[in-house]
């Protein structure tokens, strides 16, 4: 039986006969996924076969190549092993809300199952398909071990408030999946077809100009080996290592988390049973279970989640009193995308991230204070940050990274430091405080071949 607290309905209709949908869109996995576990508890339940529809919405927040090119591989391995155990697999391309309300109404369904996600183009469609479908629309978190709404009923004001709370029900939530039996009965008239995922691919019309990367393989499978990976070779020395950018001591799990190509519940557990040091696995777990369900309470709770206006009100307050603060260097977004400023290290961590996909979490903040340094005004620099770490981030278009964008631009989850230019209140960082931590010649080097914003692919 799935907690009944993990679930909840979007509209007031009663089941009726007929197939159960599971409209697959942030937990886009097989394994350990709460919300097709509900859905096939209900299939069972009612007797009635069970399908996963993804819908391929023709755009989503202008994610590029990049992404639909991770995204589509892990979603074609997490198909194929559906329908080897008779769970049908339907990808719908068009506006999610009117592609599922079609299918439901054409496959005669009885009851769509969908999985939580707090972000507003997330919740738009849903809002939308809850009003159509004359059936209910239910809604699993299968993303967060304590469930968002569960846990808290109001935007948190930093981890030390939220994480009582959460360690308060970890017991409860925090507990191993049940099996997910094969599909029940079968049913043709499901007007099943299997992807063409090449077509799907070729049909794609993306931004090809930030192509993919290739240090990371897609699939729950590969995400599956990388978890092993890390808890073999590297949870252990992660509490002091994991703040070197040269080092390789992260999990480089978000990706995989961000499109739900593993489950952090799963994540979780592993690491827990693990036998690193204890420090070691409570500073992982902090990461993992605290800063990041964090991330979803605020954007749940707070649907400025991505703009300056979603800060708190001091943090406004005194980057506003700071706005006409002489800036040292004044940076336009394509010099900051170019990596073309004065500043060798901030120019390198930009080169990561158009590279490689990704930026070390400790390089993370610098990037971002960095841009609100040399940016005309606090609500550019907020609007810069989150266009380039979308853009080119793997893990981006994800609450942790507007979290991200407004702990280091908006003291978001953080407390007021001593004032100075520009910053105001908002805390500071700078290559000194770095070069104190790690060795940043060598994370120059690394990445110093100017920024090739890929021509055309
Ligand atoms: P690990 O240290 O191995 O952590 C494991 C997991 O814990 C991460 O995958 C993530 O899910 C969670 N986690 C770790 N640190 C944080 C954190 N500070 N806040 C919330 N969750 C965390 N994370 C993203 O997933 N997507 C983003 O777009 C993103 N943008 C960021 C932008 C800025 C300006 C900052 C300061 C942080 C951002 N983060 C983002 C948070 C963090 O930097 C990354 O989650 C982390 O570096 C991912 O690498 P990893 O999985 O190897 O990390
Ligand atoms: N979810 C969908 O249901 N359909 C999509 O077409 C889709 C595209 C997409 C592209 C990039 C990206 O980073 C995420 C994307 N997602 C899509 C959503 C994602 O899996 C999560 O649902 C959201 O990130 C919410 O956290």
């Known amino acids: 039986m799935i907690d009944p607290r993990r679930t909840r ?18 937990d886009q996995r097989l394994n350990h996924n709460w919300a097709l576990l509900f859905a096939r508890e209900k299939a069972t339940q009612k007797g009635q076969p069970l399908v996963v529809v993804f819908t391929l919405a023709p755009s989503f927040l202008n994610a590029p190549f990049r992404h639909y090119d991770f995204m589509l591989k892990g979603l074609e391995e997490t198909a194929k092993a559906l329908e080897r155990i008779n769970i049908p697999f339907m990808l719908l ?30 919740r738009n469609w849903k809002k939308k398909a809850a ?54 009965v079968q049913a043709p008239h499901l007007h099943h077809r299997s992807p063409d995922w090449k077509q799907v691919r070729e049909r794609l019309q993306k ?8 240090r990371i393989v897609p699939g729950e499978t590969a995400a599956a080996e990388s978890l092993e990976n890390f808890i073999k070779g590297r949870l252990s020395g992660y509490a002091t290592a994991r703040n070197d950018p040269n080092g390789n001591a992260l ?14 519940q799963h994540v979780a557990l592993r690491v827990a049973e693990s036998h690193a040091p204890q420090e070691d696995k409570a500073a992982f777990l902090e990461e993992l279970i605290i800063r990041r369900e964090l991330s979803d309470n605020f954007c749940n709770y707070n649907p400025d989640y991505d703009r300056f206006e979603g800060i708190p009100a001091w943090a406004k307050q005194t980057l506003l009193l700071h706005g006409q603060d002489k800036r040292e260097y004044l940076y336009t977004i394509d010099v900051f995308e170019k990596a073309a400023t004065h500043d060798e290290l901030w120019n390198a961590a930009q080169s990561e991230l158009v590279q490689t996909g990704k930026i070390h979490g400790y390089m993370r903040m610098y990037w971002a204070k960095k841009i609100l340094e040399w940016s005309s005004s606090p609500p550019e620099a907020f609007e810069v940050a989150i266009y380039l770490n979308d853009r080119y981030a793997l893990d981006g278009r994800d609450p942790n990274g ?50 090739t914003l890929f021509p055309n692919a």
């Open 9 to 26: 309905i979007l509209n007031s209709c009663s089941d009726k006969p007929g197939a159960v949908i599971y409209w697959m869109s942030r």
């Open 93 to 122: 391309e068009g506006e999610p809300d009117k592609e599922i309300s079609r299918y439901a109404c054409q496959s005669e369904a009885g009851a769509v199952v969908t999985d939580f996600s707090p972000l507003n183009i997330s």
């Open 131 to 184: 009003d159509i479908l004359d059936i209910p629309l239910y809604e699993v978190d299968a993303h967060n071990i304590v469930p968002c709404w569960y846990v808290s009923d109001k935007q948190e004001y930093a981890a030390r408030t939220l994480r009582p709370k959460l360690q308060a029900r970890l017991d409860e939530f925090l507990v191993p999946y049940p099996p997910l039996l094969p599909g029940p």
């Open 207 to 214: 931004d090809r100009s930030v192509p993919p990367v290739n």
């Open 251 to 264: 999990s480089q799990l978000s990706p995989y988390l961000h499109f739900g190509q593993i489950s952090a």
């Open 402 to 451: 507007y979290a991200g964008v407004a702990w280091s631009i908006g003291g978001l989850h953080d407390r007021p430091w001593f004032e100075r230019p520009v910053y105001g209140n908002i805390r500071y960082m700078n290559a000194s405080g770095c070069r104190r931590k790690f060795d940043v010649d060598r994370y120059i080097s690394r990445f110093r071949e100017p920024v």
